[in-house]
């Protein structure tokens, strides 16, 4: 009788292991619960400043009910020009948020700051404080990603790096010590064509093939690369959403693994 007790006990024991494992899994492993294509379409939708034009670009990529648009803020600044920020809720009751890219040439001849210095602080602060007020207003909700295209992705590549202690942090083990393999926060970054990203855990920077901008910032390897299928070879034209959409249409993360190790 004592022997089953133990056998009992110990079966017991390894479940309630395997459950605390697994909730450390798939917490930090959130994102893939939406596929590449849902962040690219969010990072598009960025670039729209109106709720309805958001809603519209969710609705005709991802189909009606997938993402519902919550807010959308255009934080004005002087050094990098104005820049959009939208707030999203997908159909998990999860949180996303999407910084809008370059627009215009003063936005492309602000990004050469990034060739010799990071974004400064007190815009960051500004961005930060935008997306911490977000999530008051949504208290019930998790906030899973921070995304954006170009230097909306430089943004949230920077911003997520110095606020680490908020947004994302080595996750503790029961024994109290640190385990930089999981995750333990609130959002993951993913990145297009971004300038100057942050090597970073769960920072994932996609370029499309033949995109040579944003490697001026930033080493070639520091990216995941997307097949686009576009024979223009212009700057402009393999660094637009277009293609990084087009590239990651019908894509899983588990096809990228080779390129990022904690894509698991």
């Known amino acids: 009788m004592n022997h089953i007790l133990r056998r009992v006990s110990l079966l017991s024991f390894c479940a309630v292991s395997l459950h605390i494992q697994g909730a450390a899994i798939t917490y930090s492993q959130k994102f893939r619960d939406q596929d590449p294509y849902f962040y690219a379409v969010v990072a598009k939708a960025a670039y729209k400043h109106s709720r309805k034009s958001v809603q519209k670009v969710l609705d005709k990529k991802l189909g009606t009910g997938r993402a519902e648009v919550l807010q959308t803020v255009t934080y004005r600044q002087s050094l990098y020009g104005n820049t959009n920020m939208i707030l999203v809720k997908d159909d998990r009751n999860r949180l996303h948020v999407g910084f809008e890219g370059s627009t215009d040439l003063g936005n492309w001849a602000r990004n050469l700051k990034s060739l010799y210095k990071n974004v400064e602080k007190d ?142």
């Open 123 to 264: 815009v960051l602060r500004g961005m930060h404080n935008v997306i911490t007020d977000w999530e008051k207003w949504q208290p019930g909700c998790t906030l899973v990603s921070i995304v954006g295209h170009s230097q909306g992705g430089m943004y949230a590549s920077q911003l997520v790096r110095l606020y680490k202690r908020h947004y994302t942090e080595p996750a503790k083990t029961k024994s109290g010590k640190i385990d930089r393999s999981k995750r333990s926060g609130r959002a993951t970054v993913i990145t297009f064509n971004a300038y100057k990203p942050k090597k970073a855990p769960y920072q994932f920077h996609f370029a499309t093939e033949d995109e040579h901008a944003v490697t001026l910032c930033s080493s070639k390897g520091r990216y995941i690369p997307i097949p686009c299928g576009n024979n223009d070879a212009s700057i402009a034209s393999n660094h637009s959403m277009k293609y990084v959409v087009r590239g990651l249409r019908g894509k899983k993360w588990e096809d990228f693994k080779k390129h990022n190790p904690h894509i698991l």
